[in-house]
Protein backbone atom coordinates (compact mmCIF):
# COMPACT_ATOMS: atom_id res chain seq x y z
CA UNK A 1 0.00 0.00 0.00
CA UNK A 2 1.45 3.26 -0.73
CA UNK A 3 1.35 6.15 1.06
CA UNK A 4 -1.16 9.10 0.91
CA UNK A 5 0.57 12.76 0.82
CA UNK A 6 -1.96 14.81 1.36
CA UNK A 7 -6.20 14.65 2.29
CA UNK A 8 -7.46 11.54 1.24
CA UNK A 9 -10.94 13.58 0.58
CA UNK A 10 -9.44 16.90 -0.48
CA UNK A 11 -12.07 19.75 -2.06
CA UNK A 12 -11.22 21.16 -5.46
CA UNK A 13 -8.51 22.88 -5.01
CA UNK A 14 -6.30 19.51 -3.19
CA UNK A 15 -6.99 21.25 0.39
CA UNK A 16 -8.62 19.67 3.13
CA UNK A 17 -12.83 19.34 3.46
CA UNK A 18 -14.59 20.84 6.02
CA UNK A 19 -15.93 18.09 7.94
CA UNK A 20 -19.45 18.02 6.93
CA UNK A 21 -18.32 17.81 3.46
CA UNK A 22 -16.13 14.85 4.16
CA UNK A 23 -18.46 13.06 5.78
CA UNK A 24 -20.97 13.36 3.07
CA UNK A 25 -18.05 11.94 0.74
CA UNK A 26 -17.17 9.17 3.07
CA UNK A 27 -20.47 8.03 2.90
CA UNK A 28 -21.06 8.24 -0.35
CA UNK A 29 -17.53 6.60 -0.97
CA UNK A 30 -18.97 3.48 1.36
CA UNK A 31 -22.07 3.24 -0.35
CA UNK A 32 -20.57 3.01 -3.70
CA UNK A 33 -18.01 0.32 -2.52
CA UNK A 34 -20.78 -1.63 -1.60
CA UNK A 35 -19.65 -1.38 2.48
CA UNK A 36 -22.50 1.52 3.78
CA UNK A 37 -21.70 -0.35 7.21
CA UNK A 38 -18.33 1.10 7.28
CA UNK A 39 -16.55 3.98 9.87
CA UNK A 40 -13.77 4.97 10.46
CA UNK A 41 -14.13 5.29 14.51
CA UNK A 42 -12.09 2.34 15.47
CA UNK A 43 -8.90 3.27 13.05
CA UNK A 44 -9.32 6.68 14.64
CA UNK A 45 -9.16 4.84 18.10
CA UNK A 46 -6.22 2.82 17.27
CA UNK A 47 -3.80 5.86 16.27
CA UNK A 48 -4.91 7.96 19.40
CA UNK A 49 -4.33 4.76 21.56
CA UNK A 50 -0.76 4.39 20.25
CA UNK A 51 0.11 7.93 20.21
CA UNK A 52 -0.39 7.19 23.95
CA UNK A 53 -3.82 9.04 24.49
CA UNK A 54 -5.59 8.06 27.65
CA UNK A 55 -9.02 5.82 27.37
CA UNK A 56 -10.88 9.41 28.29
CA UNK A 57 -9.17 11.42 25.54
CA UNK A 58 -10.07 9.00 23.54
CA UNK A 59 -13.89 8.67 24.51
CA UNK A 60 -14.35 12.35 24.50
CA UNK A 61 -12.93 12.40 20.69
CA UNK A 62 -15.12 10.03 19.66
CA UNK A 63 -18.01 11.33 21.65
CA UNK A 64 -19.06 8.73 23.94
CA UNK A 65 -20.38 9.80 27.75
CA UNK A 66 -18.72 6.63 28.92
CA UNK A 67 -14.97 5.20 28.71
CA UNK A 68 -15.88 1.89 29.22
CA UNK A 69 -18.09 1.80 25.75
CA UNK A 70 -14.74 3.01 24.34
CA UNK A 71 -12.63 0.41 25.55
CA UNK A 72 -14.82 -2.67 24.93
CA UNK A 73 -16.15 -1.53 21.85
CA UNK A 74 -12.96 0.57 20.08
CA UNK A 75 -10.07 0.01 21.57
CA UNK A 76 -8.03 -3.48 20.96
CA UNK A 77 -6.36 -5.56 23.25
CA UNK A 78 -2.86 -5.63 23.94
CA UNK A 79 -0.77 -8.53 23.82
CA UNK A 80 0.49 -9.74 27.20
CA UNK A 81 3.60 -8.24 28.14
CA UNK A 82 6.44 -10.37 28.48
CA UNK A 83 6.17 -9.62 32.13
CA UNK A 84 3.44 -11.90 32.62
CA UNK A 85 5.20 -14.62 31.29
CA UNK A 86 8.03 -15.11 32.67
CA UNK A 87 5.56 -14.44 36.10
CA UNK A 88 3.72 -17.87 35.21
CA UNK A 89 6.95 -19.13 33.87
CA UNK A 90 8.36 -19.24 37.67
CA UNK A 91 5.28 -21.18 39.21
CA UNK A 92 5.70 -24.97 39.84
CA UNK A 93 2.17 -25.97 38.83
CA UNK A 94 2.51 -29.61 39.31
CA UNK A 95 5.46 -31.71 41.24
CA UNK A 96 7.45 -32.16 38.49
Do not use: C
Request: charged fraction near 30%.
Amino acid sequence: MEDVDGPVFPNTLGDPRGKHNTGARRRDFRNRAGYPWVTFRRPVATILDEAGLSARQIADQLGHSEVSMTQDVYMGRRAAGREAADALSEVTWFDE
